[in-house]
């Protein structure tokens, strides 16, 4: 094929083609032809996720050939996200061990006041998951009722991280938390940005509504911001999936899968790289129970019929 084909990234990826009610795909993404590119990039750019993170999730739906640079022209171009650009990042001053499980550790911090609303932001440190909820005012008996509805939801996490603010400081707040056995660890004093995660996320939450806020209410922004972010994959999430699919295990439906083909075939090609994710960490789990439960000073070894039987609590043959 003539290398100046239109078609020749097409030719290129040609073993990896396929077709699901008459849409053509590149492995499990959409091809999109040139008519409709304008409109999946402004769908894409709906919640101005910035240039990484956009890229990500259009990788998860969609191909043409030209699409990371039209992303980053559209990105550059963007009024709205050249005037709430990101701030230098600052150093973290503590660097929290990283969780094996969703929900193990989560950190807490107040945001506000926006718009002379105040909110309790809550980021668990495993999937990068938020949890965004409006309060009146920043007070001990507030930050116990959201935290309660929350751990309602999810169950109690183990570790809670914040900052000094009197409100987490208190002997009610210290009974809270020791009751639900959750070991409640501060950031040191005059050194807030030791909470990294929430307060990262903190930065990121209101420059994303502010972004958001030009068009549309403030509520509806909010909530249109936690979709979008809880959708689109992060990189500093584990295997760079999005915080729902780390978080629930599945992907949220949004608007962008209205284009997918409905093909049974199609989902199941989808979903395959979240099931060979979920398969290692079941594997690594019964891997770490057979340690657990068959290594000890009272383990019996017994050699019969060219087999080595371990016993324990439970006998498993070794071959």
Same mark, same amino acid.
């Given at each position: 094929m003539d290398r100046d084909s239109p078609f020749r990234p097409c030719y290129n990826r040609r073993d990896s083609l396929s077709t699901a009610d008459s849409c053509l795909l590149t492995?499990?993404?959409?091809?999109?032809?040139?008519?409709?590119?304008? =409109?999946? @990039?402004?769908?894409?750019?709906?919640?101005?996720?910035?240039?990484?993170?956009?890229?990500?999730?259009? =990788?998860?739906?969609?191909?043409?050939p030209?699409?990371?640079?039209d992303i980053d022209t559209l990105v550059r171009n963007c009024t709205t996200c050249a005037q709430l650009a990101k701030n230098p990042v600052k150093v973290e001053l503590q660097s929290w061990p990283k969780p094996v499980t969703p929900?193990?550790?989560v950190h807490a911090d107040f945001a506000g006041p926006l718009d002379r609303n105040f909110y309790l932001v809550i980021v668990d440190a495993f999937s990068k998951w938020p949890e965004i909820i409006h309060i009146n005012s920043i007070t001990t008996s507030a930050a116990i009722r959201v935290l309660a509805k929350v751990f309602a939801q999810f $169950?109690?996490?183990?570790v809670l991280i914040t900052d000094n603010g009197t409100e987490f400081t208190s002997t009610t707040f210290a009974n809270f938390c020791r009751h639900r056995g959750i070991k409640h660890s501060r950031s040191?004093?005059?050194?807030? !940005?030791?909470?990294? !995660?929430?307060e990262c996320f903190v930065n990121t939450f209101k420059r994303g509504l502010a972004k958001l806020k030009r068009e549309e209410p403030t509520?509806?922004? @909010?909530?249109?911001?936690?979709?979008?972010? =809880?959708?689109?994959?992060?990189?500093?999430?584990?295997?760079?999936?999005?915080?729902?699919?780390?978080?629930?295990? =599945?992907? @949220?439906?949004?608007e962008l899968d209205l284009m997918m083909p409905p093909s049974e075939d199609n989902m199941k090609r989808r979903d395959s790289k979240m099931e060979d994710h979920r398969t290692m960490k079941q594997h690594h789990v019964r891997l770490r129970r057979r340690r657990r439960d068959f290594v000890g000073r009272? $383990?019996?070894?017994?050699?019969?019929?060219?087999?080595?039987?371990i016993r324990r609590r439970n006998p498993i043959l070794l071959s």
């Open positions: 492995s499990s993404r959409l091809v999109i032809p040139k008519s409709l590119q304008c =409109r999946v @990039l402004q769908s894409l750019h709906k919640a101005h996720p910035g240039q990484t993170r956009m890229k990500m999730l259009a =990788r998860s739906y969609v191909y043409w030209s699409m990371d640079t929900w193990a550790r $169950g109690n996490s183990e040191p004093p005059f050194q807030p !940005q030791s909470n990294g !995660q929430a509520m509806d922004a @909010l909530l249109a911001f936690l979709m979008a972010y =809880r959708a689109t994959p992060c990189p500093l999430g584990p295997s760079h999936l999005s915080p729902a699919e780390n978080f629930l295990g =599945r992907r @949220l439906r949004t009272y $383990g019996l070894v017994i050699h019969h019929d060219d087999s080595w039987w």
